[in-house]
């Protein structure tokens, strides 16, 4: 995830137009999720159809992913500290063939 970030950081888009690395850090967060869940699940032949099952104590969530709230902080344990910032993340939408299959082949 700080590899992601730190490369997004560099990027000429990023440095004319400032987000902030909170955002930049929520968007690696999903990014890497999104990657895990299609690394385990995607077809692994050719030839196969069914992809890989993943475990029950794996959650699917997207493709739109909320940041968390108050609520998520005030319930988790170990949190002590809110942080007003977080606030201010904004929605993901993920467009991505684990989400929309049709994306994984091309059209014709």
């Known amino acids: 995830v700080n590899r992601r970030v ?9 440095k004319k137009n400032q ?3 909170l955002q930049l850090s929520w968007e690696a967060e999903v990014v890497e999720y999104v990657n895990f869940l299609w690394q385990k699940t995607r077809p692994r032949k050719k ?4 992809p890989a099952a993943i475990g ?6 997207g493709p739109r992913f ?8 005030h319930k988790r344990p170990g949190l002590s500290s809110i942080v007003p910032e977080t606030q201010y993340l904004k929605p993901i939408n993920v467009v991505h063939p684990f989400y929309y299959p049709e994306l994984a082949c091309c059209p014709q």
């Open 47 to 50: 030839t196969a159809n069914e």
């Open 6 to 14: 730190k490369a997004w950081s560099d990027l000429p888009a990023q």
């Open 19 to 21: 987000r902030d690395l």
């Open 66 to 73: 909320l940041p968390p709230t108050y609520l998520h902080a």
């Open 56 to 61: 029950l104590d794996v959650p699917i969530l």
